[in-house]
């Protein structure tokens, strides 16, 4: 089961990543949500936490795992809809 929910981080973390990097860093700050450097290295950092979780280095594993997948779900749930330049539906 550890390994299901490792490789789920890590892909939401890879996913995050890849949609974050062809972004154009003007809407990030007319959306008013940090710089795009700031997002690439945050959904980077994820990418990178999820696999020392799942490697398994340091004692930490399955905090390394959470906390990247947390990172990379801010990321898509709130700035990329923002970023988008597609209108809200409501």
């Known amino acids: 089961m550890h390994i299901v929910l490792a490789i789920g981080c890590i892909v939401l973390a890879v996913v995050a990543l890849v949609k974050c990097l062809p972004k154009n860093p003007d809407m990030f700050f007319v959306q008013n949500k940090r710089t795009k450097g700031f997002w690439t290295g ?6 990178a936490l999820t696999l020392l979780g799942f490697l398994g280095i340091g004692p ?6 959470l906390a990247g997948a947390c990172m990379a779900a801010v990321y898509l749930a709130d700035v990329n809809p923002a970023v988008s330049g597609k209108p809200d539906s409501y």
Do not use: C, H, P, Y
């Not at 930490?60 to 795992?65: E, H, P, S, V």
């Open 42 to 47: 945050m959904t980077g950092g994820a990418v």
């Open 60 to 65: 930490f594993g399955l905090l390394f795992l």
